[in-house]
């Protein structure tokens, strides 16, 4: 046993807050009354409290509850850990499990407790504990933590993660005990009795298992022991007497007990490697006896026949293992691991082709499953993953024995056998040490570890401890990580005697609960104290009468080296009794501590009986009663600085010294009765003092830090309290209290100065050292005092931590405390340049110390110098101040993890100043040098330069950005920065404000925080409009025309996000206007004269056709109210959608009557309402975001009850799919829906499940649609009766879901469905054309843009198919599968064996459309090209024409241009000559042909520059379109008749289409206006299809409320052709050209480009500047734009960047050059881009011309705008809250404050200055710099600090001044305020040298300096002009003749020039250097 205990025996601390300890959760079950509670109840009276542990006395009427009900009660507690940093809140968390209930509750000191969460179970609570679970993300490494409560059940394993997501792992065995590991769950198998019988001997079952993830498969564990003979022996974890005791985290250890050998061993735990997996795998495979097959089978048979239902725990739950097993069987206890894993380790998988996963879940489809499924799934019944999914798709039909067995029915021999795996093992345990085995004696005594935990003691050792109850001792087990830190070293072990322990995390110590019942402190292995529990009476104290020698705790069991040698050197040997040293035989031991407790039990006073619960500093102690009490023990210090000494001690020392500081400090700090807090600091200066060998009674300054706390814990505890009442004495306590004289001695300015400077204190001081003189001998130093050779380093490491809290103003006020002790060590060492750097630190407090202490020359030599301790003392501010200057800076040192601030302000200077780019990572030493415990000779030294000096200069800029970066990955915030001083703190600040004008927009969040771009930081955090919008408050809204509150609400267009829209159309109500429009569900206004010759019957018939025109208007406006309100609602998931009514009735003037078309008057075609309300379900399903939070069950919920509403609910899941809502709908539900056989339904269906998986050839999606038609059925199978129309959506579903991937089958089926012939009856023979064309739609898809480079596909000739398709000529033969099917031909329809091109041009004719889309193919498009001879024109439809040159022009697609020209270029030549009158021609056809044409080639320019709103082509097609318009306006005549009134409104609305594709999104008032004009046309021929064209355009024209706009990537152009094919339907029934539904496909066009700036302060929208700049092309030039946002940006391909522009906002640019996923991200979020006021501007709203800007004011007055500048009006240029109080308290002159003037117009000034200039944060500095001068000049500066930063800030201005007015403009202090303050200083203190230069010069002499005001500003002066510590060097200087030979003996010291000089006159103060200076005036030498 190697380490010694150390002891101190005779201390004792005192524990804090005690309190009574009552598990929250058993609180909390008792009011939720359940079956174990209430038989609780009914046997014990309230007040009793019940003991958790079935051991302790049983208490009362709690003997009637059997003990096993009691024993389910268990808790356990864990510091709390949120999100929060753990810092900031400390809390509790308590789980609790009793009977079926696990309660989860949190509380802390300052919060009551509150269940977090609680869970009831089926079956009783085995066991309940947290966990965390690893999730690896499919595509990367870094995995995600999911944390969890696992509750174990007998059958299952419930896992609740923090995130929400519940899984049931069923247990196929059963477990004894459960362990969390790092990487899981760890269960251990319980040992039944059978299992001996059961196996072949030497074939042992594995016991330890390991469960990854609750869907992995629970897997057996590989253990390596470290044996002798064969190291690499893997074997699996099989030994059934190894029990876990114990496991944790950090280090992944797992503790476990041998109870053969009754030892422990410590295993290390860790993934498998790829080697000891493969090994155990193939060791298993290779049997040792029996033949494979025969074993396996034998064994498993025999061992599954014994299993019946009785004694399986779970009843029939049931599980399948492994993800592919379609096999499942009840679990039960003999089953152990047996059935899937014989000595083979072989596992029963269905398919072979599904293997289980090696790795750690990526959670796949089984996780998938398992969460989608509708909440019925989740019975326990399934294993929780869906492992029987293989059932689902193997299509063998092994192992389908259905899920549920009989209840008795055991598994079939047959299942189990087939061709089985290997479970493969996923954790490996290693063995890294186990314990000696002890002599047989101990052998048959159980002594498995009762507790097991992991400390550290106060010098950061490690121990693994173990509590052995049986022999009442704690082992402690010493650990090291070795230097790979994968492996553990274990090097001793030392026995504690101890009947409990527990360890106290935070506070570095365990408690230890001896056998005689007393508490005692240990840390690591040493002893600290006793712990003294108020009210507990101390077991030892009560019985020293009766039992005497046992009245000193024994030690020292365990180390008989220990009798006479190390121990600690003694301080107070008076008072500490010595060492036991007899040793007693610890058998003896045994005897009388069970006779002790015997003894003990029979008092009445209850005793501690058990510790329990340890959370940071708290612990529970149950007592003998059975009530358990909670306390804490204290913490090592709570004075931070005491806590930093402590750290730097600990840090220097060795640690067994450091071990004997820490320890007897903490006896002296918590004796019990101790110091208050503030007294702590001198508490700890004397206790220091006493360790180095100091008396400090002797010492002047130290004595009266007595008065308070008298060194002696023992007599602190002795000195009796008085009353409470109070006396005259407690009142001059106070005035004679070191706090009082604290507060007395400081000066009005700056933080505690002097703690000294009473003059009382002073005198005494005086008088002391007069007494005493120098070689007094009660000044000498005790050489023997344990830290007496530690001196110098100990005084170093304190002197490094005192310039360290300088660089804090947090702490400055603290290390005027330090500096006392500090001067009297370097005194003594005889440091002098310490002491005066101290001195020059604190003038005033320094000249109040005068003694120093001998210490004997001979003694110096048991000192140890160390290296690194320099007669020049490190000063951290000088080394600042020449890294200004640009001297040589030799390395700073600094105390690892202690000097943070130390390290991380001189890495920024020497990065940023000196501009060594390197600073931070390879050149650290340069600027630092880390002192190391060890070091003691100086060998390190000299390559401290050893990196070239070869400078790299880097630009500013890039310095700046990399100091911000490199200080945020430090984790320095702004908050730091306030608390840097501001001298130091300049040139960070002025890199942040560098930054802060053009960041990157790559930057992570801290770094825009730290440089105060808060918009910048916002936009990190996703949040989307709607949103914020319940903290933005819609202030912008224009506020719609005045309606009832009810037609509001159920037009279906009320989420329009009104402050966005208000803000782009800010001039008018347009929107109110669409919504107008757009509405249908109020009434229509039936307005029809009665004449006088009409009967009122007629009338009334009158009115309902006038009505039923009406309504062909109101059935076609859903299709376009779904465009306009597109994705701008986020549902709530417990309301259904609100879908507005379509309402077809009227009401007619004046008497508002009722007018409805069900009243039988007049015909109404049938079903005329269901593609109306198909189209009113899509349009409210539109207005549902992607980012809403939808899911299956909300889907469902929708479902309406009366079947009428079926249609609505149809549209409704079509528009779910459209915006990618429908992939949540679980399978079971779209089969649901689907075998309804709705016709309605399936299309919606169909469509929408295709759109959500666009483009993806989902598998499962594809059979779905494939069931629907027939071409891609097999030919035998049976003909299904599949409505025409479903499936033609089925065909565009195919389409879709393959859109662009070329597929060769679907390609080659649905070119020859293009062609589709009629079948022989009757099917196939309506509605042909849009069968065809949606298959040559969907062709086009699947083939989208491949153009010639079909792959594969050159076999079928696609194109000249398709061209023959488009001209006609002879059907080909059918091939293949669909000849079976077309062998009749139809009896109704005689086509021939010719193409009947009516039915099939259109499709192939878009087909090739889509193939060729912007190929720019000229043979292709030439097929496409109109005839040129008036014969052949006859032989083409006019309506073919549109679509071939549409075809044309978007192959051509480059081409095209927004040009009049260019479209009449593609009307043939022919017609566009002069006509020969003679030739022979049809005027119809010609016009006709026209038309449509131009329509054609305007629709191709609709799509080219859809969106863009590309003002050429805007004006190109708004000219056609009021061509059209006057050729329509002018009715009857020849032009109109000639070309059909059909055509001409079939053209028109055509062009009003693409028009507003073009103008998609931008709500252009032309467009509206022409829509508008369109919606009143009503009568006449304008039927449902036009009435929809229109409406389309107003829905596209605002699509998504303006926040939307088309996109033209090819994906956007095919949907875009879908819907908007140029045939609309004449009636709301007719489907005969074009499926209906497809016409919302334009949503998939859609595409979210408008940015709107938020301002990030009010989170309003805003207007804000942008510029854009588009790529250059081949049309146009690189160019910059400027627009306002909100506003549409074109599209992100077109774009190079944008950026948000000056001067009212900050700047922000996004390059889109380098990424444009930023930008994409935050479009799809709403759009919304958060930009941040700048100081002194105002947002364009309130300030459209920028008039009254606060620089506007300054410029329009002519005059200083200092002077015009009202600190009253700040609040109209800033929302900055501190700017507006500064300008309210400082700048306002008030009757109170009796300011002079000029303070206040200074104050205004700096006000000024800060907001024009940008950088509010400097105002504190401007404060302080004027603060210290104006206490300057009134010479009330008690230290020097002020001057020190002042000199600081002066000279970063010299050295940005020196690089010339180049680098003015990012400098901080720019104006005249700088130069202002600075002469102040040089005037103040050049006249100060004139009055008293003989000052200076006794200081430079050496002489002993006067205690006055001269000594402050001499050190002031000293300081301010750095002139270094003089003593030694003054006969050098002071010996000079002339000025250049001063110059020249100067230059070696480092005195600048400027400074040098106001020397000069005192050092040559002979007539003839006042001579020499007759030249220079001083004044000269003052800038």
């Not at 096993?68 to 753990?86: A, F, M, N, P, S």
């Not at 975001?1185 to 299956?1192: F, G, L, M, R, T």
């Not at 380098?1714 to 006021?1733: A, F, P």
């Not at 250049?1940 to 040098?1956: A, F, M, N, T």
Request: proline fraction near 6%.
């Amino acid at each position: 046993m190697s380490e010694v205990v150390y002891e101190e025996t005779a201390t004792m601390i005192a524990a804090g807050e005690l309190q009574s300890f009552v598990p929250f959760g058993r609180e909390h079950c008792r009011n939720h009354p359940n079956a174990f509670n209430l038989q609780l109840r009914e046997l014990q009276p309230a007040s009793e409290l019940w003991s958790s542990d079935g051991a302790a006395g049983l208490v009362g009427s709690l003997q009637e509850v059997s003990l096993q009900e009691r024993e389910r009660e268990c808790w356990q507690l864990r510091k709390g850990c949120t999100g929060v940093k753990e810092e900031d809140v400390e809390f509790e968390e308590e789980l609790y499990a009793a009977g079926n209930v696990v309660v989860w509750s949190q509380g802390s000191r300052i919060q009551a407790s509150s269940v977090y969460k609680a869970f009831t179970v089926d079956s009783p609570v085995q066991q309940a504990l947290w966990c965390n679970f690893a999730v690896s993300h499919n595509n990367n490494d870094e995995e995600e933590v999911e944390h969890s409560v696992c509750i174990i059940q007998s059958s299952c394993v419930n896992v609740h993660t923090v995130t929400g997501k519940d899984f049931i792992s069923p247990l196929p065995f059963q477990v004894s005990n459960v362990w969390s590991t790092e990487f899981g769950l760890l269960l251990e198998r319980k040992n039944t009795v059978n299992e001996t019988q059961l196996h072949s001997p030497g074939d042992p079952l594995p016991t330890v298992f390991s469960m990854l993830h609750p869907l992995d498969e629970i897997a057996p564990i590989v253990c390596k022991p470290s044996g002798l003979f064969d190291g690499s022996c893997v074997q699996y974890a099989s030994d059934s007497t190894m029990k876990i005791v114990f496991t944790c985290c950090r280090p992944s250890l797992v503790v476990s007990y041998d109870s053969v050998q009754g030892t422990h061993s410590v295993w290390a735990l860790r993934k498998v490697t790829h080697d000891e997996r493969s090994k155990v795998l193939r060791c298993a495979s290779e049997p040792v006896g029996t033949p494979l097959g025969m074993m396996a089978s034998g064994f498993l048979t025999s061992h599954l026949r014994n299993m019946s239902r009785l004694d399986s725990p779970g009843g029939s739950a049931v599980t399948g293992l492994g993800p592919g097993t379609g096999t499942s069987f009840a679990v039960g206890s003999p089953l152990h691991y047996s059935v899937f894993h014989s000595h083979q380790n072989k596992i029963i998988t269905s398919s072979p082709g599904v293997h289980p996963r090696v790795h750690s879940p990526s959670i796949s489809n089984m996780a998938a499953l398992s969460r989608a499924h509708s909440p019925g799934m989740a019975a326990p019944s399934f294993s929780g993953a869906a492992r029987f999914n293989a059932s689902f798709h193997s299509p063998s039909s092994r192992g389908h024995h259905g899920l549920l067995h009989s209840p008795n029915s055991t598994i079939n021999e047959t299942v189990l056998i087939p061709e089985m795996e290997p479970i493969i093992p996923d954790l490996c345990m290693e063995q890294l040490w186990s314990e000696t085995v002890t002599a047989g004696c101990h052998r048959e005594m159980n002594s498995q570890a009762s507790k097991v935990f992991l400390t550290s003691d106060l010098c950061e050792n490690r121990y693994l401890c173990f509590l052995v109850e049986s022999h009442q001792q704690l082992r402690c087990v010493k650990f090291i990580e070795s230097n790979d830190t994968s492996q553990l070293i274990f090097p001793s072990v030392t026995i504690i005697p101890a009947k409990d322990a527990e360890p106290l995390q935070n506070i570095d110590v365990m408690l230890v609960l001896e056998a005689c019942g007393s508490l005692v402190l240990y840390t690591g292995i040493t002893r600290v104290s006793k712990v003294f529990v108020p009210g507990l009476l101390s077991p030892t104290i009560s019985l020293t009468n009766h039992l005497h020698h046992l009245s000193t705790p024994v030690e020292n069991v365990s180390t008989p080296t220990n009798a006479g040698s190390r121990h600690i050197q003694r301080l107070n040997e008076d008072i500490m009794p010595s060492p036991v040293s007899e040793l007693r035989n610890p058998n003896i031991k045994h005897h009388e501590a069970s006779f002790l407790e015997d003894y003990t039990f029979q008092q009445t006073t209850p005793y501690i009986h058990a510790l329990r619960d340890p959370v940071c500093n708290r612990v529970t102690l149950e007592l003998s009663s059975g009530t358990m009490l909670r306390i804490s023990v204290p913490e090592i210090a709570t004075s931070e600085l005491v806590r930093k000494c402590l750290q730097a001690i600990r840090f220097i020392l060795p640690k067994e010294a450091a071990m004997k500081v820490l320890v007897k400090w903490y006896n002296i700090y918590n004796a019990p009765g101790g110091p208050s807090a503030h007294a702590e600091w001198n508490q700890f200066v004397t206790c220091f003092l006493t360790l180095m060998g100091y008396n400090t009674e002797r010492l002047a300054w130290t004595r009266h830090l007595h008065f308070e706390v008298p060194l002696s814990p023992v007599i602190a505890a002795k000195r009796s309290r008085p009353s409470d009442g109070g006396s005259d004495e407690d009142w001059d306590y106070l005035l004679a209290s070191h706090y009082h004289r604290q507060i007395n001695s400081q000066p009005v300015f700056g933080s505690v100065e002097s703690n000294w400077t009473n003059d009382s204190i002073i005198s005494e001081t005086e008088g002391l050292s007069s007494a005493s003189s120098p070689s007094s001998p009660s000044l000498k130093l005790d050489s023997s005092a344990p830290l007496f050779p530690h001196i110098p380093a100990l005084f170093y490491v304190l002197h490094l931590l005192y310039q360290e809290l300088q660089l804090d103003e947090l702490h400055r006020a603290r290390a005027c405390s330090l500096v006392c002790l500090l001067q009297q060590l370097a005194r003594d060492l005889q440091l002098e340049e310490y002491v005066d750097l101290y001195w020059r630190d604190y003038p005033s407090l320094m000249s109040c110390f005068t003694e120093s202490c001998i210490i004997d020359q001979a003694l110096i030599g048991q000192m140890q110098r160390p290296s690194f301790l320099r007669s020049e003392p490190p000063s951290v501010f000088s080394w600042l101040s020449r890294c200004l200057r640009g001297e040589e800076t030799p390395p700073f040192p600094y105390l690892p993890s202690i000097c943070q601030r130390t390290r991380l302000l001189v890495l920024s200077y020497a990065l940023y100043i000196i501009g060594n780019d390197n600073a931070t990572t390879t050149d650290v030493s340069k600027y630092l040098v880390k002192l190391s415990a060890g070091q003691k000779s100086s060998a390190t030294e000299p390559h401290f330069r050893r990196q070239s000096s070869v400078k790299v200069k880097f630009s500013s800029e890039s310095l700046a950005e990399q100091l911000v970066v490199w200080l945020t990955s430090q984790g320095f915030t702004l908050k730091d920065l306030e608390s840097v001083p501001f001298g130091v703190a300049l040139p960070i600040r002025e890199a942040i404000y560098r930054c802060r004008e053009q960041p990157c927009s790559g930057w992570s969040e801290d770094v825009c925080l730290l440089i105060g771009r808060q918009d910048l930081t916002k936009q990190a955090h996703k949040t989307t409009l709607a949103k914020s919008r319940a903290s933005v408050g819609s202030g912008l809204s224009l506020k719609p025309p005045a309606t009832t509150e009810a037609d509001e609400e159920e037009d279906g267009m009320s989420d329009i996000i009104q402050e966005v829209t208000g803000l782009i159309w800010s001039q008018d109500l347009r929107i109110q206007e669409v919504r107008r429009l757009l509405q249908s569900s109020r009434p229509v206004r039936v307005s029809v004269v009665q004449l006088p010759e009409v009967s009122d019957h007629e009338y009334i018939e009158e009115k309902e056709n006038k009505l039923l025109q009406l309504c062909q208007r109101t059935m076609a406006l859903p299709v376009g109210r779904g465009l306009f309100t597109l994705f701008s609602y986020h549902p709530v998931p417990t309301e259904p959608l609100p879908v507005p009514k379509l309402n077809l009735t009227g009401r007619a003037p004046p008497r508002n009557t009722m007018v409805d078309l069900n009243s039988g008057n007049i015909d109404v075609p049938p079903n005329m309402t269901s593609w109306p309300s198909f189209h009113n379900g899509v349009a409210a399903g539109l207005k549902i975001a992607p980012a809403s939070q939808v899911d299956s069950a909300w889907i469902a919920y929708n479902k309406p009850k009366s079947p009428e509403l079926a249609n609505e609910y149809a549209g409704f899941l079509m528009a779910l799919g459209l915006n990618g809502h429908l992939t949540k709908l679980a399978t079971l539900n779209i089969h649901d829906y689907l075998t309804k056989g709705h016709e309605m339904t399936s299309i919606g269906l169909l469509l929408g499940v295709s759109s959500a998986k666009l483009g993806t050839m989902d598998m499962s999606i594809t059979r779905l649609l494939s069931i629907h038609i027939p071409a891609l059925l097999p030919p035998t199978s049976t003909e299904l009766d599949v409505p025409h129309n479903v499936q033609v959506a089925a065909v565009i579903g195919i389409g879709l879901v393959y859109q662009g991937t070329g597929h060769r089958h679907n390609a080659e089926v649905l070119l020859s469905e293009i062609g589709r012939p009629p079948g022989p009856e009757m099917e196939y023979c309506t509605d042909r054309e849009s069968y065809s064309l949606a298959a040559g739609l969907a062709l086009g898809m699947v083939c989208l843009g491949h153009g010639s480079n079909l792959i594969g596909m050159t076999d079928l000739n696609v194109p000249e198919q398709l061209y023959q398709y488009m001209v006609g000529g002879h059907r080909r033969a059918q091939t293949g599968a669909s000849r079976e099917r077309h062998k009749s031909p139809s009896y109704q329809i005689k086509e021939g064996d010719t193409i009947n091109v009516d039915v099939t041009c259109p499709g192939a004719t878009l087909a090739l459309a889509m193939i060729y889309l912007k190929t720019n193919n000229r043979s292709i498009a030439d097929w496409l090209k109109p005839p040129d001879t008036w014969f052949l024109l006859d032989f083409i439809k006019p309506e073919f024409l549109l679509l071939r040159t549409l075809a044309r022009c978007i192959i051509m697609w480059d081409e095209i241009l927004p040009n009049t020209e260019w479209v009449e270029s593609n009307i043939p030549q022919i017609m566009r000559g002069n006509f020969d009158p003679s030739e022979d021609y049809n005027v119809e056809a010609m016009v006709q042909a026209q038309d449509y044409i131009t329509a054609g080639a305007c629709m191709a320019l609709g799509l080219r520059f859809a969106g863009s709103a590309n003002s050429d082509a805007f004006d190109c097609l708004y000219e056609l379109a009021m061509t059209f318009m006057k050729i329509i306006s002018c009715t009857g005549t020849g032009p109109v008749v000639a070309r059909g009134y059909y055509n001409l409104q079939t053209g028109l609305s055509m062009i009003l289409l693409a028009m507003s594709m073009v103008m998609s999104g931008t709500g252009n008032l032309k467009v509206l206006q022409l829509c508008r004009f369109l919606h009143k046309q009503t009568g006449g021929e304008m039927n449902y299809g036009f009435h929809m064209a229109h409406h389309m355009a107003l829905g596209l024209l605002f699509l998504g409320g303006g926040r939307y706009t088309l996109s033209t990537s090819n994906s956007a152009i095919a949907a875009l052709l879908c819907a908007l094919y140029p045939h609309f339907p004449s009636h709301s029934t007719d489907n005969r050209y074009h499926l209906q539904a497809l016409r919302h496909l334009a949503v998939l066009a859609a595409e979210p480009r408008l940015l709107v700036p938020v301002d990030v302060d009010s989170l309003k929208p805003c207007y804000a500047l942008l510029e854009v700049t588009y790529k250059e092309t081949k049309w146009y030039d690189e160019t910059t734009v400027e627009l306002m946002a909100p506003t549409m940006l074109p599209e992100l391909h077109l774009l190079k960047r944008v950026k948000v522009k000056g001067p009212r906002y900050w700047e922000l640019s996004v390059d889109l050059s380098k990424e444009t996923q930023h930008l994409k991200s935050i479009l799809s979020r709403d759009g919304v881009l958060y930009v941040k006021l700048r100081a002194g501007q105002l947002p364009y709203k309130d300030d459209p011309q920028g008039w009254k800007s606060l620089l506007a004011t300054a410029v329009n007055h002519r005059n200083n705008g200092v002077r015009a500048f009202k600190p009253e009006a700040i609040s109209t240029f800033t929302s900055e809250p501190a700017l507006i109080s500064f300008a309210e308290f400082f700048c306002k002159a008030s009757e109170g404050m009796k300011h002079r003037e000029d303070t206040l117009v200074l104050f205004s000034a700096m006000l000024y200055e800060c907001v024009t200039q940008e950088c509010p944060e400097m105002l504190p500095t401007y404060v302080a710099i004027e603060q210290a001068v104006g206490a300057l000049h009134r010479s009330d500066l008690q230290q020097t600090f002020p001057l020190w930063q002042l000199r600081l800030v002066v000279e970063l201005w010299d050295s940005r001044m020196l690089r010339g007015p180049a680098d003015r403009h990012d400098t901080l202090l720019t104006s005249e305020f700088l130069p202002v303050m600075k002469n102040a200083v040089d005037v103040a203190l050049d006249d100060w040298l004139k009055d008293n230069s003989t000052v200076l010069r006794s200081y430079m002499r050496g002489e002993v300096l006067c205690r006055d005001a001269q000594s402050i500003m001499l050190a002031c002066f000293l300081v301010y002009r750095s002139i270094p510590c003089l003593k030694n060097t003054h006969t050098q200087l002071e010996g000079c003749s002339s000025f250049g030979d001063l110059l020249s003996r100067s230059s070696q010291l480092g005195i600048p020039l400027r400074d040098l000089l106001r020397l000069t006159p005192i050092l040559l103060d002979s007539a003839s250097g006042s001579q020499i200076l007759l030249g220079f005036p001083l004044q000269a030498f003052s800038s």
